[in-house]
């Protein structure tokens, strides 16, 4: 019984250590081919998005809400892409320009507070 149970926890271990494994070469911007996703980090403040356009390959791509001043929440328009408040979001997007827009009424700017997503 006691090898049983040494090496149930023998091969239990093995697995938690396969499962924590991975890939350490993984970084923003790869490509499609790559395997990984692409990020965008929107910094948002009153009326405004800290860029005007951000650009990434197509594929996988994760964009990251993070609120520097007020309280915002994005849409993309054209992709499945909704974030309210801070956090981040995962799509595959196909070659094109898409708009960021602001979903939280945020004050007297935000009827114009956009950005562009250029997707290559």
């Known amino acids: 019984m006691k090898k049983v149970i040494v090496t149930a926890s023998f091969t239990l271990l093995i697995l938690v250590l396969a499962a924590c494994g991975g ?10 081919g790559s395997g990984t996703a692409s990020t965008v980090d929107l910094v948002a403040t009153n009326w405004e998005f800290d860029q005007d356009t951000y650009t990434v390959p197509a594929g996988d791509v994760t964009i990251n809400l993070k609120n520097e001043e007020g309280h915002h929440g994005i849409e993309v328009e054209g992709a499945d892409v909704s974030i309210d408040g801070e956090g981040s979001a995962t799509a595959s997007l ?8 602001c979903t939280i009424p945020c004050g007297e700017g935000h009827e114009s507070m956009e950005a562009k997503l250029v997707v290559e």
Do not use: L, Q
């Open 23 to 32: 890939d350490d070469n993984a970084s923003e911007g790869n490509s499609e």
């Open 94 to 101: 196909e070659p094109g320009e898409y708009t960021i827009k």
